[in-house]
């Protein structure tokens, strides 16, 4: 292709229909005249772009108000955004459950579902899992598998730009497995794969906690915990798609491993018994010592995790995700230590979405890449290098 300018004709029209776009977008309805108004553009190009879109199944003309209808005359024509052109999926593949989240092309969810799965699962029931809740979302929305434009899925491990994982350590049979071309067997539309916690970073700024803030840190807490970040916004992954894998800092020289970090006997915890870690924490807060103390070796090794991220990056906002039960009890201390050893410590807060965080963010992969699409729009915080 040569080089596109200024004056070139086609870059013009796709420039014009984004704009007209993204108006419409972001509302119900609108006439030709508010289009006019908004986006800046003539009546005449306005008129041309609609009916581009129309044609193209983006957009439909809508039956005026009863109040306009009444009138004399006839009533100025209105047009909407077909979100239901097509459909969108967001997929969670955790240790213990499989989740989906299903939206028009707006990123309103429409359907949603998830099942159990046992931590030692082989990949293949696994994924037979992720396919049985797949289907059973569709089903119940009453979206054919056809009208999917794009899949985005959350999953542990480090994941390469083609959905490759290429180190998994949290779901048996997981490193080198070729995720992304497992799934695009199932649908006929683009299938992105991202690691978990920057999944779960991406959903938080775009409907949790982080939606003032573009330079963040999502911790994703456990025993090996992840992190995901943004930086001015964009994603950060990191040359080889490891940024953030903090779980791996004990290596360095810290001394306990991170099963042994909230144990309260000689045995090591298994990494993935939430169960076991859920009642660790309710142990220490009746006052139990030796649960205490495995708690207190949980905070400082993640303080001491987070704050190298927060030293590197310098976030705003670090936001901490992941058990649903005891992560509340880390918040201050976590605030208090970054506090000691940072210049300008950054706020720390909760998760707002909680379990829902991976798949959310999955569901804003897939968005982002119809965006990209279909709407030329530039400068989302999933575009990969």
């Known amino acids: 292709m040569g080089r596109l300018t200024g004056g070139d004709p086609s870059l013009l029209r796709r420039i014009n229909s984004a704009v007209v776009l993204h108006a419409l977008r972001g509302s119900d309805a609108r ?6 108004r908004i986006t800046g553009l003539s009546r005449p190009t306005v008129e041309g772009v609609v009916e581009g879109l129309i044609e193209g199944g983006l957009v439909v003309e809508t039956a005026p108000e009863e109040g306009e209808a009444r009138r004399q005359g006839r009533p ?11 459909h969108l999926l967001g997929i969670e593949i955790g240790p213990h459950r499989v989740a989906a989240l299903l ?22 029931e696994r994924l037979d899992k992720v396919r049985t809740v797949v289907a059973d979302v569709l ?3 009453g979206v054919p598998r056809s009208n999917l434009r794009a899949v985005g899925v959350g999953t542990p491990g480090i994941v390469e730009a083609d959905g490759t994982v290429r180190l998994g350590t949290a779901l048996p049979g997981w490193t080198g497995l070729a995720l992304g071309e497992r799934l695009r067997r199932s649908f006929r539309c683009p299938v992105i794969v991202e690691n978990d916690a920057n999944a779960a970073a991406v959903a938080e700024h775009w409907k949790g906690a982080a939606t003032d803030s573009d330079d963040i840190v999502f911790v994703l807490a456990g025993l090996s915990p992840g992190a995901g970040s943004l930086i001015g916004g964009r994603l950060h992954r990191g040359y080889g798609g490891a940024a953030g894998e903090i779980g791996a800092l004990h290596l360095l020289g810290r001394g306990v491993t991170p099963e042994h970090l909230l144990s309260t006997t000689d045995e090591p915890l298994h990494p993935l018994d939430e169960q076991a870690v859920a009642e660790v924490f309710a142990l220490a807060r009746k006052g139990d010592a030796r649960a205490e103390a495995a708690v207190e070796r949980f905070i400082q090794r993640l303080v001491h995790d987070v704050g190298a991220l927060v030293l590197a ?8 995700g992941g058990w649903a ?6 918040l201050q201390p976590l605030r208090e230590e970054l506090a000691r050893f940072c210049l300008r410590p950054p ?8 379990e829902a965080a991976v798949g959310t963010g ?7 890449h119809v965006e990209e699409q279909l709407f030329a729009v530039e400068g989302s915080v999933t575009a990969r290098r």
């Open 103 to 124: 939206s028009g092309l707006d990123g309103r969810i429409i359907g949603a579902g998830a099942r159990e799965v046992a931590e030692t699962a082989p990949e293949d």
């Open 347 to 354: 706020r720390v807060v909760l998760s707002l979405l909680g």
């Open 325 to 330: 039960a005891g992560l509340d009890g880390v």
């Open 313 to 320: 990056l310098d976030p705003e906002l670090v936001v901490v």
């Open 139 to 141: 089903r119940r929305a």
């Open 31 to 36: 006439t030709l005249t508010d289009l006019t």
């Open 362 to 368: 999955a569901l804003r992969l897939a968005l982002d």
């Open 76 to 86: 100025a024509r209105r047009f909407r955004f077909r979100a239901e052109a097509g």
